[in-house]
């Protein structure tokens, strides 16, 4: 057994769950993170069952199911009602039984897997500044004075990662053309557009969409997502008279819906992705999430890509702690295995869902 310095920049979806993976298996990693505590970001996801799967084998399914509600179904509706297309959840494992989504808020996912990281292990504050790849060993040096000697040094530091830039070559993330303006909102202010039944629905006009995801365990709330043609900028700033201009081509109730909703609670982003990459890791560097492969949100599995990438990096890396393997070549592996299915959903995700759309799971295609 070798005795591998694993850090991991970045304590997000990614950045945690393969330390929580590599803890299940045996195998410490410190975590750092930028920000001085972790906030509430993001919105409501559909937890895939190849992601619950993983979550199981970390110990972690019984927490989940606690905290999300089962979704059978997703719908695609064009103005108010009209119910263009119903759909079940496509099978992503062989296993018939599989065909739906667990629903939970991003924050609350990230909090359940942030508990099971020991808390000696997780360091806040702490802001990279300068990495230094020496081939068989990393130096890291952060903002507040710390300086880091690592083995292997895994990257989930996001869409603009700086590891990624100063070790493999920058890389510039791709502008959509859309933002997309995200808020939570009680079940009632939906105003009966939301489902009790916990599905998906997505709203469409063109190819604008309108997304109303229930948050029906302890929240009771609904995560809405609207992407709309718009200028790109870091941060956004709009007026609720722009943002209310934006979707006008949706039907009346879905307007009525964002008019009730004050403008400071709603966060604007500009949708990106990243092209696919040839190259992820050095001999003691590797990527993963959004670093590796970000992607826009229209197929919903960002996540899901990172939490998979956590699993299969841990199990790499667990042949390079038992000596059956380098550390070097477990990190290829590793990459190996999860480029062709990033790829794909890095495509996929570029569809807009639409009112033209035959189906509400382009990847059915592909299973």
């Not at 996801?45 to 019984?62: A, D, H, N, Q, T």
């Not at 939301?194 to 998906?200: G, H, K």
């Not at 400071?264 to 990459?277: G, K, Q, W």
């Amino acid at each position: 057994m070798k005795s591998l310095r694993i850090a991991i920049i970045g304590a997000g979806i990614a950045g945690s769950s393969v330390a929580v993976a590599l803890k299940a298996k045996g195998i410490r990693a410190d975590v750092y993170e930028q920000a001085p505590v972790l906030t509430e970001v993001g919105a409501g996801i559909g937890i895939r069952p190849p992601s619950v799967k993983c979550m199981e084998k970390w110990g972690l399914y019984e927490e989940l199911e606690a905290v999300t509600v089962r979704s059978d179904l997703m719908e695609i509706i064009e103005g108010d009602d009209r119910v263009l297309i119903r759909e079940t959840w496509p099978v992503l494992t062989g296993d018939e039984a599989d065909a739906y989504a667990r629903l939970i808020h991003r924050a609350d996912l990230l909090d359940l897997i942030v508990a099971h990281i020991p808390e000696d292990q997780l360091h806040l504050d702490h802001r990279l500044t300068d990495i230094a790849d020496h081939g068989d060993y990393v130096e890291l040096k952060f903002a507040n004075g710390k300086t880091v000697e690592a083995d292997i040094v895994i990257a989930a530091d996001g869409i603009r990662s700086p590891v990624r830039n100063q070790v493999l070559g920058h890389v510039e993330p791709v502008y959509s053309g859309y933002l997309a303006h995200r808020v939570l909102i009680p079940f009632e202010d939906a105003l009966g557009m939301a489902s009790e039944e916990n599905i998906l629905r997505i709203y469409v006009n063109g190819d604008d969409s309108f997304y109303l995801l229930p948050l029906l365990k302890g929240r009771r709330q609904v995560s809405v997502d609207i992407t709309v043609p718009g200028e790109f900028a870091l941060r956004p700033e709009l007026t609720k008279a722009q943002i209310m201009d934006s979707i006008k081509g949706f039907g009346p109730t879905l307007q009525k819906i964002v008019d009730k909703i004050k403008l400071e609670n709603i966060v604007s982003r500009p949708l990106a992705d990243l092209e696919p990459m040839t190259k992820w890791s050095t001999n003691t560097v590797t990527l993963i999430g959004d670093a590796a492969h970000a992607m826009l949100h229209n197929q919903g599995q960002g996540a899901n890509m990172a939490i998979q990438d956590a699993e299969v990096l841990a199990e790499a890396l667990a042949e390079a702690v038992a000596g059956t393997v380098t550390p070097a070549e477990s990190l290829q592996k590793y990459e190996e295995q999860r480029k062709p299915i990033t790829k794909l959903y890095q495509e996929l995700s570029r569809l807009f869902p639409t009112d033209q759309a035959e189906t509400a799971f382009p990847e059915k295609a592909h299973f």
